[in-house]
C-alpha cells in the first residue's frame, strides 16, 4: 500500500512535468529556462503517460477488488490524476 502511494505521487510529479511541456510549446520563453526543459520534456514527454496508466490501472483494481480503501490512497492525488490521463489522452493522441 506504501509503494502505491508513493507511485501514485511520483505520478502527480511527472504529470506536472507533462504540463509543464505541453504549456512550453506554446508560450514563447525566447530561449529562457533551457537547462530546466532539458529535464521536464523528458520525464513529461515520455515517462508521464505510462506511469500514469500504470498507477492508476493498479490502483483501480485494488480498490475494485477491496484490497485497499479509499482512505488509504490520497484521493485528490488519484483524482488529479485522472482528470490529467484525460488531458494526456486528448494530447497525445
Not at 505521487?9 to 529556462?33: M, P, Q, R, T, W
Request: charged share 10%; with cysteine.
Amino acid at each position: 500500500m506504501g509503494r502505491l502511494r508513493f507511485f501514485l505521487k511520483v505520478a502527480f510529479i511527472c504529470n506536472i512535468c507533462f504540463l509543464l511541456a505541453e504549456v512550453s510549446y506554446y508560450i514563447d520563453y525566447k530561449g529562457h529556462f533551457q537547462e530546466l526543459l532539458k529535464f521536464v520534456l523528458p520525464m513529461g514527454m515520455m515517462v508521464a503517460f505510462p506511469l500514469n496508466v500504470l498507477t492508476l490501472l493498479v490502483a483501480a483494481i485494488m480498490l475494485f477488488r477491496r484490497k485497499i480503501t479509499w482512505s488509504a490512497l490520497p484521493p485528490y492525488v488519484f483524482i488529479v490524476n485522472v482528470i490529467i490521463l484525460l488531458v494526456q489522452f486528448y494530447f497525445l493522441f
